[in-house]
T-cell receptor
Framework: SQTIHQWPATLVQPVGSPLSLECTVE??????LYWYRQAAGRGLQLLFY??????ISSEVPQNLSASRPQDRQFILSSKKLLLSDSGFYLC?????????????FGPGTRLTVT | SQQGEEDPQALSIQEGENATMNCSYK?????LQWYRQNSGRGLVHLIL?????REKHSGRLRVTLDTSKKSSSLLITASRAADTASYFC????????????FGSGTKLNVKP
């Protein structure tokens, strides 16, 4: 069966520090991968999605970037964090090859920028 | 923006009652999905309805879709305290295949 991992679960970082959040998926090949951010008490904002290795689409201009170095690995990064980068970051995957429309979410990373 | 909007923002009911939450969106969609989020956790997929479907059932869940009104509703029947969570709708627009846009959610509290 497929599983999705995110780490770390929580992170406290000072303003101006770099960021690297990792997401990996097991049990599937060539998934579509997504990064979302959720502000406290709000819905999810799509940040990036990827349909294949090295293919990244950015949804909104921001202080973040994403990379997909391997088929089942999706990384969210920043060179210098801002206070406004605080939030709950969720990775999700979708099995586009199987024509499945549902997304499956990881447990999330709660980032606090101080 | 394509983002769906749920209402009400919050709903408090007694165990055993039905809970209805609504979602509205702005542009034509391929499908609409409902997700559930327990506090501080990831989202869990509940049910998907395609643009050519009008109603779908899954256990105690019933989803309707009215594409002419660009709206959907999620009904949870015979609610339980364990249904307490936030519920989100997500739409995949026809013109933005592979992208999903979430609403701000309905926070449901089921009192035992």
């Amino acid at each position: 069966s497929q599983t999705i991992h995110q780490w770390p679960a929580t992170l406290v970082q000072p303003v101006g520090s770099p960021l690297s959040l990792e997401c990996t998926v097991e049990g599937t090949s060539n998934p579509n991968l997504y990064w979302y951010r959720q502000a406290a008490g709000r819905g999810l904002q799509l940040l990036f999605y990827s349909v294949g290795i090295g293919q990244i689409s950015s949804e909104v201009p921001q202080n973040l970037s994403a990379s997909r170095p391997q088929d089942r690995q999706f990384i969210l990064s920043s060179k210098k964090l801002l206070l406004s980068d605080s939030g709950f970051y969720l990775c999700a995957w979708r099995d586009d090859l199987a024509g499945v429309d549902e997304q499956y979410f990881g447990p999330g990373t709660r980032l606090t920028v101080t | 923006s394509q983002q769906g909007e749920e209402d009400p923002q919050a709903l408090s009911i007694q165990e055993g009652e039905n809970a209805t939450m609504n979602c509205s969106y702005k542009t034509s969609i391929n499908n609409l999905q409902w997700y559930r989020q327990n506090s501080g956790r990831g989202l869990v997929h509940l049910i998907l309805i395609r643009s050519n479907e009008r109603e779908k059932h899954s256990g105690r869940l019933r989803v309707t879709l009215d594409t002419s009104k660009k709206s959907s509703s999620l009904l949870i029947t015979a609610s339980r305290a364990a249904d307490t969570a936030s519920y989100f709708c997500a739409t995949e627009p026809v013109r933005d295949f592979n992208k999903f846009y979430f609403g701000s959610g309905t926070k449901l509290n089921v009192k035992p």
